[in-house]
C-alpha cells in the first residue's frame, strides 16, 4: 500500500475524540476539496507491505485504529489491511470522504464508519453517494463539515430528509464562525452535534490529528 504516515496521537473529532489512537495515513484521493487540510497526502507517501504496518504499529500499546487520507478506500489493498488488523485485535474507525460505496465494511462490529459527506463550498458535493447514509448503523457516525449558511442549509436537509440512524456532527470548517453555526442549530432544533477539531485547538492547524 501507499502510505503518507503513521502516527500516535489522540483522536480530534468526532465521537471518540480525545481517544488515543494510531492514525494510518493513506496516500492519494480522488476528491479536491476546497478547505482540504491534509494536500500533502495526495501524491506523497512510500510502498508499504501489510506486514511491515503492522510491524510499525504493534510499537505503541494501544488497539485503536483510524485508517484515514487521503481516501483509504480506493487503494484496492485497504481490505487486506483492515482483515490483518482486526485478526490482531485492532479497533478500527474508517473515515470515507462520501463518494465510496461503504456497504463492504459496514457490518463488521470491528469497524465504525465515519462518513464525511461533502457540503457546497468543498466544490465536491456532486460526487456524493447519498445511499451510503441508509447504510449507517448505530455505531457509526455522520459528518458535515460546513462554512456557511448555504452549507448549513444543505446539510440540514439532508439530515432531514435521510435520517441516519448514527450520531451526526456540523464541523466548522477550520477559522469559520462556530457561534453562527451553534446559533443555527439551536433556533431549528437539530438534532446534531457541534464538532470541534480539538487537535487543531491542542497544536495549531499546521499539527496533524
Not at 45 to 58: A, F, T, V
Not at 131 to 140: F, H, T, V, W
Not at 150 to 158: L, N, S
Amino acid at each position: 500500500m501507499k502510505i503518507n504516515e503513521i502516527f500516535y496521537s489522540i483522536q480530534g473529532e468526532g465521537k471518540y475524540t480525545g481517544l488515543p489512537s494510531i492514525f494510518i495515513r493513506t496516500t492519494g484521493c480522488n476528491l479536491r476539496c476546497s478547505y482540504c487540510d491534509t494536500k500533502y497526502a495526495y501524491e506523497e507517501g512510500e510502498e508499504i507491505g501489510i506486514d511491515q504496518i503492522k510491524k510499525k504499529i504493534r510499537k505503541y500499546k494501544c488497539k485503536n485504529i483510524c485508517l484515514t487520507g487521503g481516501e483509504p478506500l480506493i487503494q484496492k489493498e485497504t481490505q487486506n489491511l483492515i482483515d490483518e488488523l482486526i485478526k490482531e485485535g485492532y479497533f478500527i474507525t474508517i473515515e470515507t470522504n462520501g463518494s465510496i460505496d461503504i456497504k463492504p465494511f459496514a457490518k463488521n462490529k470491528k469497524i465504525m464508519i465515519s462518513l464525511d459527506i461533502k457540503c457546497p463550498s468543498s466544490k465536491m458535493n456532486n460526487k456524493m453517494i447519498f445511499e451510503n447514509i441508509k447504510i449507517l448503523k448505530e455505531k457509526d457516525q455522520l459528518k458535515f463539515v460546513i462554512s456557511n449558511k448555504t452549507d448549513y442549509e444543505y446539510a440540514k436537509k439532508i439530515v432531514i430528509k435521510y435520517q441516519p440512524q448514527c450520531v451526526t456532527f456540523f464541523q466548522p470548517v477550520w477559522g469559520s464562525n462556530v457561534d453562527n453555526l451553534v446559533k443555527w442549530i439551536l433556533k431549528d432544533n437539530l438534532d446534531v452535534n457541534i464538532g470541534l477539531q480539538i487537535h487543531k485547538i491542542i497544536w495549531g492547524e499546521t499539527k496533524g490529528k
